[in-house]
Nanobody, 121 residues
Framework: QVQLVQSGGGQVQDGGSLTLSCVAS????????MYWYRQTPGNQRELVAG???????NYTDSAKGRFTISKDDAKRATYLRMNNLKPEDTAVYYC???????????????WGQGTQVTVLS
């Protein structure tokens, strides 16, 4: 069973920093890309940042210059370092893997369990 387990998050003051982690586990052969999304009550999940297997990064406009996505292939982990956090960054953050190919040849695209980030003004 392939799954993503998140850690990190919490509560910080305006201007603070946090790092989120997401580790993929299971019988994994390869991962095409990993993404971070966030969701606030009553709204759809929105993409925050993504990173491909080759290391290409992309960010939503609100994340550019403040957030950094990175990965550790050996650990099958992706990280989201968030600096200069603002109250409007408050949300539940989810990681998502695109194109996980299992050892058995199956394609999986799991989601993490979500983690709350709260930025106090």
């Amino acid at each position: 069973q392939v799954q993503l387990v998140q850690s990190g998050g919490g509560q910080v003051q305006d201007g603070g920093s946090l790092t989120l982690s997401c580790v993929a586990s299971g019988s994994i052969h390869s991962i095409h890309a990993m993404y971070w999304y966030r969701q606030t009550p009553g709204n759809q999940r929105e993409l925050v940042a993504g990173i491909t297997f080759g290391g290409t990064r992309n960010y939503t406009d609100s994340a550019k210059g403040r957030f950094t996505i990175s990965k550790d292939d050996a650990k099958r982990a992706t990280y989201l370092r968030m600096n200069n956090l603002k109250p409007e960054d408050t949300a539940v953050y989810y990681c998502n893997a695109e194109g996980i190919v299992t050892m058995g040849g199956q394609l999986k695209e799991p989601w993490g369990q979500g983690t709350q980030v709260t930025v106090l003004s």
